[in-house]
């Protein structure tokens, strides 16, 4: 099953659900690192692990792919428990972007990307024509990059190989450790972007960690927010996290300007009433149907009108007004048609 899986780059599959059941982590010393966590990934959906350093973050990334043992609590990928499986098999099937990236400097930047496919005994040609190709995906140049060593890279630069190397043998599972901490939140926005459209095209399933909740906002399909001692305190997506955090602790956790984010992940549409009550639609400011409340809510600032139409291939199909944007129980609609 593996070899087919591994290799497999077009119709087959190519993600795997992942199934957390209790999981539970106790180091020797007695450090509880991860309570009790019970959740679900679908395949080729992104889950972000998000919550202040020290709460088991990176240890349930680890259990997942065996480098830690759980003390309590199950994994499954596809259903099948990860405990019966042998480790060497498991991660093959498993890319790992290790936090602080971990690419090896006496290696250049081709040979670090061919790694596992490396270990998994592909031919020289074959290794060579998978990285370069890695490379161009994450936006590498290979004629300029791959002959180089780490330390001639940007920290960037050096983040994309990492992601080029948990990639190379395609997975159908990506576990990435706070992949984009170590830049400037300029290049982070760039990376995160080139992600997303990475991730669009090969839909792995994903669990991200990462300490920046606007990360874990713009790239989540849903969002775990841990606390200390490795307890979940909500799993959800975005705009659910945001409207409707479960408690006062995830509350300050995702922040006081949690309403400007949650207009971002919301979509327009949700808000729309008709267009027939509008007086003078043609000197309103107009928003794509496809657009967010954000984009409504700029418009409409922009123009300083209460008024925005929304427009789906240039004719007026709604209107949102200032005072819909805050509208919650309208914006939970829009979440789930989204
Ligand atoms: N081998 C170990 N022995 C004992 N305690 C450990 C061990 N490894 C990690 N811990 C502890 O387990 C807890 C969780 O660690 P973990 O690395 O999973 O945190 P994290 O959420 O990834 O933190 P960060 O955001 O700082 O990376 C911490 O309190 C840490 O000190
Ligand atoms: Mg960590």
Not at 56 to 61: C, E, P, R, W
Not at 106 to 113: A, D, E, K
Request: glycine content about 10%.
């Amino acid at each position: 099953m593996d070899a087919t899986a591994i290799n497999d780059s077009g119709a087959g599959r190519t993600a795997a659900s992942i199934t957390l059941e209790n999981l539970g982590k106790v180091y020797p010393d007695g450090t509880v690192a991860v309570g009790d966590i019970s959740l679900d990934v679908g395949a080729g959906e992104l889950a972000v692990l998000i919550g202040p350093s020290g709460c088991g973050k990176s240890t349930v990334l680890r259990m997942i792919n065996r480098l830690i043992e759980p003390s309590k609590g199950r994994i499954l990928i596809d259903g099948e428990d990860v405990s019966t499986q042998d480790p060497v098999e498991l991660r093959r099937k498993i890319g790992y972007v290790i936090q602080n990236v971990g690419l090896f400097p006496h290696q250049t930047i081709r040979t670090n990307v061919g790694t596992v496919p490396k270990l998994l005994g592909w031919d020289r040609k074959k290794i060579k024509s998978r990285a370069d190709e890695l490379l161009e995906l994450v936006g590498l140049d290979p004629g300029r990059y791959a002959g180089r060593y780490p330390h001639e890279l940007s920290g960037g630069q050096r983040q994309r190989v990492g992601v080029a190397r948990a990639l190379a043998a395609d997975p159908l599972v990506l576990l990435m450790d706070e992949p984009f901490s170590a830049v400037d939140p300029i290049v982070r926005g760039r990376l995160q972007e080139e992600f997303l459209r990475l991730q669009a095209a090969v839909r792995k399933t994903i669990v991200l960690v990462t300490h920046d909740i606007d990360e874990a906002v713009r790239l989540g399909d849903r969002i775990a927010v841990l606390a200390e001692g490795g307890r979940l305190m909500q799993y959800a997506s975005p705009a659910e996290l945001l409207s409707h955090p479960a408690s006062q602790a995830v509350s300050e956790f995702v922040g006081t300007d949690r309403g400007i984010r949650r207009l971002a992940v919301t979509p327009v549409r949700g808000a729309m009433r008709p267009v027939g009550q509008i007086e003078e639609i043609d000197r309103l400011p107009t928003v794509e149907a496809g657009g967010t409340l954000y984009d409504a809510l700029a418009a409409m600032l922009t123009s300083d009108s209460l008024n925005v139409v929304v427009v789906e291939d240039g004719k007026p199909v709604g209107a949102v007004s200032r005072s819909a944007l805050f509208d919650v129980p309208n914006e939970e609609a829009a979440a789930t048609s989204a």
